[in-house]
């Protein structure tokens, strides 16, 4: 109970240190201006951890010295600062004491502080039921801001939501919120997250048509919005007490991982092997690694090739070339002259095996070198092509003329050499050459390409992406002894997928809102073969 101590002692200093010296008493000896910058983190856990409520003088103390240490806390959000240090799971009591405080000091909490009260009430719930008067409670509280206000800002919005669905009657007028969102901006994924997560829990999966969970699901995928772990757990446990939905469920959602190329995180994946020990007769699971090339330690199967069709590649084709010969703004940088001739150059010497960006390789071990060691490695990477007999077209700038002679001579002898002028950019040349020699050609750069995938409008850009792994070849490093250590494309599919009856799902470590565009192979996957639901397991369910 120290922490009542150090209240005491903080009554008695200067008002000016307030949480200063409050808070660096328990360790050290006070130091104006020493202290770690997150002051309010360490509020957090030298007072409000473990307390269920305060005198009232000591949350007057509280608020006075917050708002007379820190510039930008002032009247306005003092109560949602002291509410946000007291959002933990475990201390919706001490914040519903906060607000009981302010009340019987004849403050009315403002909406901002009310909605960070149904937070707390939030987090309560994500550890246990609410009772009966608690969700009374938060309908209270969410009523009171509904009524004054037709339309509500998003942030409301988004704090309502997180009320209704910690209730098991009233979770629906969750829906409408997010509507209204709408009106001023894109809902948040926690918003779209929390109602997801509680349809999940509530709807009737498998008789409703459309049920409000997976549209919300897809939603969010359109809107390129990863949902939260806590989505797809709130299906798994669902799951875990309905077998008979196991099959039907569980397919969807590999599907829609799949569809959208979503990786899930260590914690669900975790679960779904959990549920696999549960209910051995609907499903196996384990985790498993790729082993070359490209199969599944597990089950031993080879995962399914990235290719696309030839229909596909014929509209990929097309759609870039179109671009470059419609909207010069493809290559930026270039006269219409360069362009002209390139174009040109390429109808008489194509079709080439593999097209390398000169500049990229050159520069791919470090800027620093020397001419000499620039043109040494282009010319290595066009002989390690060369000697698996390809057709190699380099593309390079102007300046490489002068770079040393006898490699650029080994370059220009074993291979077609197109240079720009120094200002042009590569990948649009690149490209246009590759697409133009036909589905097997590959090409070499480190470039991810990222703003022509982008240009290319949503229904192109994955195709292209499925084209780009299948046929990208980068340089990783060079040893001392002059070995080229090559990144060779990825043959395979990265994303969850199926072949025969079982699944491979890829994993990542832990939850981003912000997925990386790469290519990089993921190294966790689960392998997952689902069973249609046992008679035993669907009598499971009939007795429950
Ligand atoms: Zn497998």
Redesign the pocket.
Known sequence: MYSLRLLRKLRRVPPINGFREFASQHKRRPQLGALSPDRLEELRTSFVEGRQELSASDWQEVRQSLLKTYKHIGEHNVDVVILGVCSGPGQLSLAKNYVEFLRSQGTQPNAASLGRLLRVYNAAYHERLLSDVEQDEVLKICDSLQKNHETLDATSCENIIHGLVTTKDHWRRAAPLLEMMKVTSSPSIAAYSAISEKAFSEEDLDKQEDPLSWRLLEEMAQEKKPPKCEVYLALINRLAKEPALVAAQLNRLLNFLERHEILVSRRVADRLLELGQQLPQSLQVSA?RLVPPGK?E??Q?HFQPVAISDEQFRMLSESFLERVLIRSDVFQRSTPMEVARFKKYVDRTAPYDCVIDGLNVAYSTGTKKSPQQLAKLVATVVSHFREQNKRVLVLGREHMRNWCKQSMHYVQKNASLFLTNNLSHDDPFLLYATLKSGADTDFFSRDLMRSHAFHLGPEMKPIFRRWQQQHQFSLVTQTKTGKLIVKEPIRHRLEAHQVSD?W?VPFCEVYTPHPPESFEVPTNWL?LKLNGPTNEEKSTKETQ
Do not use: E, I
């Open positions: 498993t599944c597990s089950c199967q079982t491979h392998c």
